[in-house]
């Protein structure tokens, strides 16, 4: 069974502090890796995208991957409350010659005022 | 930007009703993807296409059908809905990146 995991949460940071979301994934040959953010009632939104091994930065965001650890994470800089919602994780895994998005069932970030 | 378009926000249907779900992409994107969304079970995919006229089963197939007769419409079809059918139903489309739809949610009574 290919997975990817995530922790739940909820996860509570003060604001102005670094929130730190995790993912592992089970399939050692998985390329591509992305975060989406999810408001409660709304659809997913496609935050960040990480292909290559290391650091990657878009504004307050950071997405880590580290292919041997089989790991996915994003740093959130400066938390905001408005940053306050579930965080999803997908990798695209492949399956018998095709590739599928597998999703992790999300991390619920909580930004304290 | 990426638009993906679903026909339906809220919709509330009647066991045995056929339901259809509509979905349209303006990005010229070759995969589409239906998926349902849970309270603790995440996303899990039901059907998805890479190509006009071809669809592959995803993790949960039973009870649905889909139907993709041009690039851009990806359409999900429920021929006899349930209640355990009762869902957020997602509409997504991808190059690289997968852009989702605003959802729709399905009540079945």
């Known amino acids: 069974q290919k997975e990817v995991e995530q922790n739940s949460g909820p996860l509570s ?3 102005g502090a670094i929130a730190s979301l995790n993912c592992t994934y089970s399939d050692r040959g998985s390329q591509s890796f992305f975060w989406y953010r ?5 659809s997913p939104e496609l935050i ?8 990657k930065e878009d504004g307050r ?9 089989q790991y996915v994470s994003l740093l959130i800089r400066d938390s905001q409350p408005s940053d306050s919602a579930t965080y999803l994780c997908a990798v695209n895994m492949r399956f018998s010659g095709t590739y599928k998005y597998i999703f992790g069932t999300g991390t619920r970030l909580k930004v304290l005022a | 930007d990426v638009k993906v378009t679903q026909s339906s926000r809220y919709l509330v249907k009647r ?9 349209v ?13 849970d309270p603790g079970l995440g996303l899990r995919l039901i059907y998805f296409s890479y190509d006009v006229k071809m669809k592959e089963k995803g993790d949960i197939p039973e009870g649905y059908s889909v139907s993709r ?13 349930s209640t355990n059918q009762t869902s957020m139903y997602l509409c997504a489309s991808s190059y690289k990146e997968l852009f989702f739809g605003e959802g729709s949610r399905l009540t079945v009574l």
């Open chain 2, 69 to 81: 007769e041009k690039k851009e419409r990806f359409s999900l079809i429920l021929e006899s809905a």
């Open chain 2, 25 to 37: 992409q303006d990005m010229d994107h070759e995969n589409m993807f239906w998926y349902r969304q």
């Open chain 2, 15 to 23: 066991t045995g009703e056929k339901v259809f779900l509509e979905c």
């Open chain 1, 61 to 69: 965001f950071t997405a880590q991957l580290n292919k041997a650890s």
């Open chain 1, 13 to 15: 940071v003060p604001e």
């Open chain 1, 48 to 55: 960040m995208f990480i292909y290559s091994n290391g650091d």
């Open chain 1, 38 to 42: 999810q408001y409660s009632g709304k």
